[in-house]
């Protein structure tokens, strides 16, 4: 059994179209980072919560501790959104578990 | 600010070899954690260091192991590699822990064993 599962595994969107990408773990957590992978393999960190929600520029994630579930959404998505999107929690007994990712590729 | 560097980039090894890793963080970055990424597993955590302590360690065989120096640079060690150990050895660093921060990550060390 994954703490940490992701869906959908792989994401196909239009040019401009709104993406979700759904993350929910099993384990209590002191925190919960998502992470974007390009070909090449270097990694960014999008976003750290805790609690609530945040918002980069057309990035949007959201967390909800009851849930345990956290949502990940792209607005009017870009070519250069394409990349793998990580779900990575920080458990209360300082565990680290990841998500297999979600492959998105957005088409011109 | 220069970003996470990692040494060496790309690294071809025997198995029974040993191998020495690299990773300078972020000016005044105390925090480093090291993990582990491959086609089958994906992201597996290897270690935590804050401040030349080991603060956590992940679920792998005592050959991997790592230290941090007083300029919080780190090493990661693996001894007598194995066929498995190949993969893409990532470092993050961050100011404190990875609770309260986010990680940046730096470009990572490709290791091949043979």
């Known amino acids: 059994k994954n703490e940490v599962e992701q869906s959908p595994q792989n994401l196909t969107a239009q040019e401009g179209e709104f993406i979700t990408i759904n993350c929910s773990y099993s384990v209590g957590i002191s925190a919960l980072h998502w992470l974007q992978q390009h070909p090449g393999g270097g990694i960014v960190s999008l976003f750290m919560?805790?609690?609530g929600k945040k918002k980069h520029g057309r990035l949007i994630a959201t967390i909800n501790i009851q849930e345990k579930h956290s949502s990940l959404h792209i607005t009017a998505s870009h070519p250069r959104d394409s990349a793998v999107y990580i779900c990575?929690?920080?458990?209360?007994?300082?565990?680290?578990?990841f998500g297999t990712g979600t492959s998105l590729t957005v088409i011109p | 600010k220069a970003g996470v560097t990692q040494t060496p980039r790309y690294l071809i090894k025997t198995r029974g070899q040993q191998v020495t890793l690299s990773c300078s963080p972020i000016s005044g970055h105390r925090s480093v954690s090291w993990y582990q990424q491959t086609p089958g597993q994906g992201l597996q955590f290897l270690f935590e260091y804050f401040s030349e302590t080991q603060r956590n360690k992940g679920n792998f065989p005592g050959r991997f192991s790592g230290r941090q120096f007083s300029n919080s640079r780190s090493e990661m060690n693996v001894s007598t590699l194995e066929l498995g150990d190949s993969a893409l050895y990532l470092c993050?660093?961050?100011?404190?822990?990875?609770?309260?921060?986010?990680?940046?990550f730096g470009p990572g060390t490709r290791l091949t064993v043979t």
């Open positions: 993050a660093s961050s100011p404190r822990d990875w609770a309260a921060y986010e990680q940046y």
């Open positions: 919560l805790s609690s």
């Open positions: 990575a929690v920080r458990t209360l007994g300082n565990q680290f578990y």
